[in-house]
């Protein structure tokens, strides 16, 4: 049982910071806890990378191989003081981009020339605006080897962390997190989901910032993840349906699941690039396609950067009880879709249209 | 795509081999239309080697009955799996389209 020791190897880690926080100061304590704390208020270091030993935990529960790159990105992104996020790839490429308190940013020269030197370790840099963090994801062995970059809000970096938190609100989350482990014995919390540490640094609400997380699913033997990046080319569509049927068949799906899976990422694909790019605009990162498989369901999101497009509500709704005569041609694949999907959201994420489809691998014939 | 032919008097059998996708569907619309415009307008597709159909190949598909039955011909298509022929449903094409279950039923209702 994977799940159980991991879950156990967490709450051991949360037990030796307990213990760390009987033996030094409240304010040390926090300092393991928090991803970023206020050190001096005109010094040069006004914020520092802080807590590796709090951090490697939340990466190795949100880096590990069961969950999905957007699972990360959504975890990263719930932090306040986030701007900004990127997931690289073992190779430096950037396979996830999310934006926090800002519309849009871009990796700068000085952050590919920390990314390449970084080299598995930490570290971190400032700009007039921002502090960027550079990190591995602490993942098992097996796991995906991932490189995060996070952009935080200088701006109130600067306030004395000690003053605001006081004495008070300490004593209040030390019962919080006494609590929350007894809970964790007596409600046999071990086995349900387990609520992660956040990686958020919230001054303010520091009590909330154990708790959160809620993008984390429980970690299931079964679970498993697909991401694939593809150009807004027809000829993509191929590789696409290669990369699903390998995933399919890893997983062992039942050939009807398959076969809806396979159908839907190739109508939404295949409208995403008729109709969300101009002719000619070819990008070879334009669509992002993850799956997750957890238990009998399966997550399934596309991502692309192209213009505004909602396929669920923008395309033509068929008239599938007209005569053959003067049935339409064409509009069946939004309808399909709709139609084996149990669950479909779009969003439009920034410069991304987001759609999250969810499918169930049992689910009774239509 | 591989498309196998055969006739039966004056019917025309088509099987097409492996997915009927946006890439491969122009391949068996092109033959179809082909032969339909060559005046072989009674035509049935054998879905035997098909394992996989999206909206373009249903497209093609429905394409194909309209031109037949302009022409006064016959469309029907046989031997489908039961989860193409699950697609067809959603589709709405079970209603407005003959499915057979092999190729004797369709030379029998012809």
Redesign the interface.
């Known amino acids: 049982m994977k799940t159980f020791r991991s879950r156990l190897v967490l709450l051991g880690g949360a037990v030796a910071i307990f213990a760390v926080l009987l033996t030094t100061s409240f304010q040390t304590w926090h300092a393991r806890m928090e991803l970023i704390q206020a050190t001096e208020v005109q010094g040069e270091e006004i914020g520092r990378l802080l807590g590796q030993g709090a951090q490697a935990t939340i990466l190795a529960e949100t880096g590990g191989p069961q969950f999905s790159v957007h699972d990360l990105l959504d975890n990263l992104l719930s932090g306040e003081r986030v701007q900004a996020a990127w997931i690289m790839d073992g190779s430096g490429k950037v396979i996830a981009v999310g934006h926090g308190t800002v519309d849009s940013a871009e990796l700068t020269e000085l952050d590919r020339a920390k990314i390449a030197e970084v080299d598995g370790g930490t570290l971190s840099y400032f700009t007039d605006t921002a502090l960027t963090i550079v990190t591995p994801t602490t993942a098992p062995a097996d796991g995906p080897h991932w490189t995060v970059l996070l952009r935080v809000d200088r701006s109130d970096l600067d306030a004395s962390l000690w003053s605001e938190i006081g004495i008070g609100l300490g004593v209040l989350f030390v019962a919080a997190f006494i609590a929350f482990l007894v809970m964790s014995r007596v409600a046999g919390w071990l086995s349900a989901p387990l609520a992660a540490v956040s990686a958020d640094a919230t001054v303010s609400a520091p009590i909330a910032a154990p708790v959160t997380a809620p993008a984390l699913q429980p970690a299931a033997p079964s679970a498993a993840t697909l991401v694939v990046t593809a150009a807004n080319r027809m000829d993509e569509l191929g590789r696409l349906a290669a990369e699903i049927e390998r995933f399919a068949e890893d997983n062992e799906l039942p050939p009807r699941a398959a076969m809806h899976l396979d159908m839907s990422v190739e109508e939404i694909v295949s409208n995403v690039i008729k109709y969300g790019f101009e002719a000619g605009d070819i990008r070879e990162d334009a669509i992002e396609l993850s799956l997750s498989l957890t238990g009998d369901r399966l997550s399934i999101r596309i991502a692309d950067t192209g213009g505004a497009f909602d396929p669920l509500a923008d395309a033509p709704v068929p008239d599938i009880d007209a005569a053959v005569e003067d049935r339409p041609i064409g509009g069946l694949g939004v309808h399909i879709v709709k139609t084996v999907m149990v669950e479909l959201r779009y969003t439009r994420d920034g410069d991304r249209n987001v759609l999250d489809m969810v499918l169930e691998l049992s689910a009774p014939a239509a | 795509m591989e498309i196998d032919t055969a006739t039966h008097g004056d019917l025309l059998v088509v099987a097409p081999r492996g997915?009927l996708?946006?890439?491969t569907s122009p391949a068996l619309e092109k033959a179809l239309l082909e032969r339909i415009e060559g005046g072989e307008t009674q035509v049935t597709i054998d879905f035997s080697n098909i394992d996989?159909v999206?909206?373009?190949g249903?497209?093609i598909l429905?394409?194909a009955?309209?031109r037949t039955?302009a022409a006064g011909g016959h469309f029907s298509m046989h031997a489908m799996s039961p989860?193409i022929r699950?697609?067809f449903?959603?589709?709405?094409f079970l209603?407005?389209?003959k499915v057979y279950p092999d190729l004797a039923t369709v030379l029998a209702n012809r």
């Not at chain 2, 449903?89 to 709405?92: A, M």
């Open positions: 997915r996708d946006t890439n996989y999206s909206s373009a249903l497209r429905l394409m009955a309209k039955g989860e699950e697609v449903e959603i589709s709405g209603t407005i389209l």
